[in-house]
């Protein structure tokens, strides 16, 4: 009997879990951690402090939310990107996020994510495809508002005022929804007033370098003045910041006003910093706001979609005007 009961403690001692009450917190099970989403990303280039801020925000979001981001720079081509997009099917990421350089070609890569079972979020530009259930949803800006928030400010700066007013228009990357979305919303409001004329329309591929050689070749052309066809510029409508200022160093250079009083009016869209600066100098009349700040929303929805959950279609960010007409001392910096 002596023999049985030194077995029985030693084995008391040996199995000490033997002992342990229920409900401690040895006894609970280890919980699984969450597995980490991975999102392969590819951004058309860095042509702009747009562009670098529109990247950072999406870089930082993803660290914030603990999503693993594949980044892929396309340098604005289009056969780069669809590269990167094919190499994130491969990789097998949990979703793909891509802002396109153009609308068109993007049918049989998204054929091929869908096959592989991988969401797509379309940002910043949106694309044309024969199938809209080929991607899950686009943010980014509405650029045909866009465009017609340029045309309200022209209408109401020259309300009452007489014709003919000479516009000269400096188009982004022709095929890309935000050149021909603000181009379009641009001409729905000014086209149905007499007054306005767009006397020459030109592509700058939202370049600063494109915008500097468009007001070179205009002013070697007329002879030093800023006019196209013996006609002048009373009017600057430019669809970025870098293309305005780019041709604002040229006219600011041969001494040709621009802004408030009696200069050439511009009105350009982006509102990054530098051009804010333009606008309280009075070299720039008004600024369309196109918000860069997407990356939280995109990384939303990229938890979502991985975790087999719905988003919304269509989501626009949030945007403003900048004009003369507001107390521009309230503008908060940019950070771009």
Not at 20 to 32: I, L, N, Q
Request: hydrophobic content about 40%; glycine content about 10%.
């Amino acid at each position: 009997m002596l023999k049985f009961l030194l077995v029985c403690a030693c084995a008391l001692v040996l199995c000490p879990a033997c002992t342990k009450p229920r409900g401690t917190a040895d006894d609970t099970a280890a919980v699984p951690e969450e597995k980490k989403i991975i999102l392969g990303f590819s951004q058309i280039g860095a042509e702009s402090a747009w562009r670098a801020y529109n990247t950072r925000s999406i870089q930082l979001a993803a660290a914030q939310e603990n999503v693993q981001l594949l980044f892929s720079n396309a340098e604005q081509k289009q056969e780069n990107q669809i590269k990167a997009l094919r190499s994130f099917i491969v990789y097998q990421v949990d979703v793909i996020a891509f802002v396109p350089i153009v609308q068109d070609g993007w049918d049989n890569v998204l054929r091929e994510a869908q096959g592989a079972g991988i969401p797509v979020i379309v940002c910043d530009r949106k694309i044309h495809t024969s199938d809209p259930n080929l991607y899950a949803a686009y943010i980014g800006s509405d650029n045909e508002e866009e465009g017609r928030r340029a045309a309200r400010f022209l209408l109401r700066k020259y309300e009452g005022q007489p014709g003919p007013l000479n516009i000269l228009e400096v188009r982004g990357t022709d095929g890309s929804s935000a050149s021909d979305g603000r181009i379009r919303g641009f001409h729905e409001l000014m086209d149905a007033d007499a007054r306005f004329s767009v006397i020459h329309s030109e592509s700058g591929d939202f370049l600063p370098a494109r915008g500097k050689e468009i007001a070179q070749d205009i002013l070697q052309a007329a002879g030093g003045t800023f006019r196209i066809g013996g006609n002048p510029v009373d009017i600057i409508f430019s669809t970025n910041d870098g293309m305005t200022l780019g041709m604002l160093s040229v006219l600011r250079e041969h001494g040709i006003r621009t802004g408030t009083g009696t200069g050439v009016t511009v009105v350009s869209v982006d509102a990054q910093q530098e051009a804010v600066n333009s606008l309280k100098a009075g070299e720039i009349n008004c600024l369309v706001e196109c918000n860069p700040e997407q990356g939280a929303q995109i990384i939303g929805m990229a938890k979502t979609l991985a975790a087999g959950g719905q988003v919304p279609r269509l989501t626009h960010v949030e945007e403003t005007v900048f004009s003369e007409f507001d107390d521009l001392d309230a503008i908060e910096p940019r950070g771009y």
